[in-house]
């Protein structure tokens, strides 16, 4: 059993709700949003996640590349983020980070960028919901996986049980099933899902 989490990068930005519309019978909503700081690109801010809020009833699943993200929690969270993930190279302290996105109502994720070792998660792991792991460099769609990702999927899997592991990056009918032995439970896939003719059939063979 995997989830399918579609990421609204590859989207057609003219046409958000249209967009996703088209994946609804995905089980998430990724949402990537990006600072121009702790990435060089620049994405969405919490006025456009509110925006698509009741065009859909998927769970969003908002994955902050920001810098010091902690301001920023209660906005989206208030946009409708259902599971916040901060990066914890983000410069600021992982166990504020997860207490201020549960005292939000939210769910609390985080993400290890490829140079990153799983070990940089302590305990307060634990407290989290999911762990991304990038699988790309972060910061733009349409990149090819790094497949040094499935080690940590492993690694993670045997230190924390109890999370989900989210793959970020690069996901496609080649990559998911590795991922998916590995033991990842939710995969994050842009390029593959919105680029098909049929993004259904893709979620499906994903998923497989
Ligand atoms: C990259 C983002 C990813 C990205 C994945 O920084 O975090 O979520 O949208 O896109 P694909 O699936 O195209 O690699
Ligand atoms: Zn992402």
New binding site residues.
């Given amino acids: 059993m995997v989830y399918i989490a579609p990421?609204?990068?590859?989207a057609d930005f003219s046409a958000l709700g249209q967009e996703v519309a088209r994946i609804e019978r995905a089980d998430l909503l990724?949402i990537?949003i990006?600072d121009g700081h702790f990435?060089p690109?620049i994405s969405f801010g919490p006025a456009v996640v509110a925006a698509l809020r009741d065009k859909t009833k998927l769970l969003f699943d908002v994955?902050l590349?920001l810098e010091k993200p902690l301001a920023y929690i209660p906005a989206f969270r208030k946009a409708g983020a259902d599971i916040i993930t901060f990066h914890v190279e983000c410069g600021e302290d992982p166990q504020e980070l997860i207490q201020a996105i549960r005292a939000s109502g939210a769910q609390a994720g985080c993400?290890i960028s490829p140079e990153t070792p799983v070990s940089a998660i302590g305990e307060w792991g634990k407290r989290l919901r999911q762990v991304?792991v990038?699988?790309?460099?972060?910061?733009?769609?349409?990149?090819?996986?790094k497949v040094e990702a499935l080690r940590k999927i492993f690694q993670l899997k045997a230190r924390f049980p109890g999370l989900l592991v989210e793959v970020?990056?690069?996901?496609?009918l080649e990559t998911a099933p590795l991922c998916k032995a590995a033991g990842a439970d939710i995969l994050?896939?842009?390029?593959?899902?919105?680029?098909a003719e049929d993004p259904y059939l893709e979620m499906r063979c994903l998923a497989i």
């Fill in positions: 990421s609204l990068l590859a990724h990537d990006m990435v690109n994955h590349m993400a991304t990038m699988s790309v460099k972060p910061g733009f769609g349409g990149q090819t996986m970020d990056g690069g996901v496609n994050v896939a842009g390029t593959s899902v919105f680029q």
